[in-house]
């Protein structure tokens, strides 16, 4: 399996830079199992869910995760967190002009420095002193972490459309960006309709953006995401098996939370981390129907939606949404895969 086979060329102008007006008017496609397409708008997703589903969502809320520092020198410093490790120490993604070393000062103000201890991996571990907590120093200083081919700076806006209004427990720092397209009274109609909405919590990392650097795709090394399902979401999918029902997930973030805990012995509620890589011929254990973005060419996410729809059924979807001139990446369109005779499970 090659990385070239997750491959396709997409116009620049189709890259979503800024979200629509309303959350639920971007545009659906629909793809069955079959391979039949037909287009919608996203509010049109629940004429494709049925009484006894469960819709999942990822309740992650994204922090202000990107901080702009300066060197004693005056060099600019720019750190991404990737995940706090205590009450002074944090894990970061840092960038500047000369190569970090172990002892250097980040000056966030006067009274915030980031001091890095040592490289972990390709991130650097960093202790900080102030006076409030590194959530705080993140909502008061901190920006947007915008994924990097917006090619923009973070504005006012984004503050609450690169969030889902469902957003709950701060972690992230990347949207769980399927999750973008719903709105509270989209939710609300689902829920009349006899559909159960349930929720679990996975932190985006950035390494959701690490791109694939070997041809051999079962070679490359998944990054690690902190994850929970409570005992409310383990009781929902039972019943929901039960009445016969589909677990339905919206996003990648969803599904590798729930394909990880139905891989466990033990499948009661927890909080863990995953390193799952799911690529064709992985086979799914829990999610059903897949609502999802349209992800970047050769990256991992291409690589799940393959497993889980065919290869050639999304390279064909992904034409025809390139021919439609659908809106691609973390502020697009979306797709709702496998949602009519889901036989393969």
């Known amino acids: 399996m090659k990385l070239s086979d997750f491959h396709y060329d997409l116009p620049d102008e189709l890259i979503a830079r800024y979200p629509v007006a309303e959350r639920s008017h971007s545009r659906l496609m629909r793809m069955d199992t079959a391979g039949h397409i037909s287009h919608h708008h996203f509010y049109d997703v629940i004429d494709f869910l049925r009484p006894h589903d469960l819709l999942v969502l990822n309740n992650t809320k994204v922090l202000k995760a990107r901080l702009l520092g300066k060197k004693s020198s005056g060099g600019a410093v720019e750190l991404l967190l990737e995940r706090l490790i205590?009450?002074?120490?944090?894990?970061?993604?840092?960038?500047?002009?000369?190569?970090?070393?172990?002892?250097?000062?980040?000056?966030?103000?006067?009274?915030?420095?980031?001091?890095?201890?040592?490289?972990?991996?390709?991130?650097?571990?960093?202790?900080?002193?102030?006076?409030?907590?590194?959530?705080?120093?993140?909502?008061?200083?901190?920006?947007?972490?915008?994924?990097?081919?917006?090619?923009?700076?973070?504005?006012?806006?984004?503050?609450?459309?690169?969030?889902?209004?469902?957003?709950?427990?701060?972690?992230?720092?990347?949207?769980?960006?399927?999750?973008?397209?719903?709105?509270?009274?989209?939710?609300?109609?689902?829920?009349?309709?006899?559909?159960?909405?349930?929720?679990?919590?996975?932190?985006?990392?950035?390494?959701?953006?690490?791109?694939?650097?070997?041809?051999?795709?079962?070679?490359?090394?998944?990054?690690?995401?902190?994850?929970?399902?409570?005992?409310?979401?383990?009781?929902a999918i039972q019943e929901t098996k039960k009445k016969g029902g589909r677990i339905v997930a919206c996003g990648t973030t969803v599904t590798r939370a729930l394909e990880t805990w139905a891989r466990l012995d033990n499948q009661t509620a927890i909080r863990g981390s995953t390193k799952i890589f799911i690529y064709p011929g992985i086979p799914f254990k829990c999610v059903d129907v897949l609502i999802t973005n349209f992800h970047l060419p050769d990256s991992t996410l291409m690589m799940l939606v393959s497993a889980f729809a065919g290869t050639s059924h999304i390279l064909k979807a992904y034409q025809t949404a390139i021919e439609n001139r659908y809106r691609f990446f973390s502020f697009g369109d979306a797709m709702i895969l496998g949602a009519v005779d889901i036989s393969r499970y």
């Open 86 to 235: 205590d009450d002074s120490h944090c894990l970061m993604h840092a960038k500047s002009n000369k190569p970090i070393k172990p002892g250097l000062q980040v000056f966030i103000s006067d009274e915030i420095i980031f001091e890095a201890i040592e490289n972990q991996n390709g991130l650097w571990l960093f202790k900080f002193t102030a006076a409030i907590s590194l959530e705080d120093i993140l909502e008061n200083h901190g920006h947007v972490p915008l994924p990097p081919y917006f090619r923009r700076e973070d504005e006012i806006a984004d503050v609450t459309r690169y969030q889902t209004v469902f957003a709950l427990n701060p972690g992230a720092v990347a949207a769980p960006t399927a999750g973008l397209h719903f709105d509270e009274a989209l939710l609300e109609k689902i829920k009349t309709k006899g559909i159960d909405v349930q929720y679990l919590t996975l932190h985006v990392g950035a390494g959701t953006f690490k791109p694939v650097k070997v041809e051999d795709v079962t070679n490359h090394v998944m990054h690690e995401e902190h994850y929970e399902i409570t005992p409310e979401l383990v009781t």
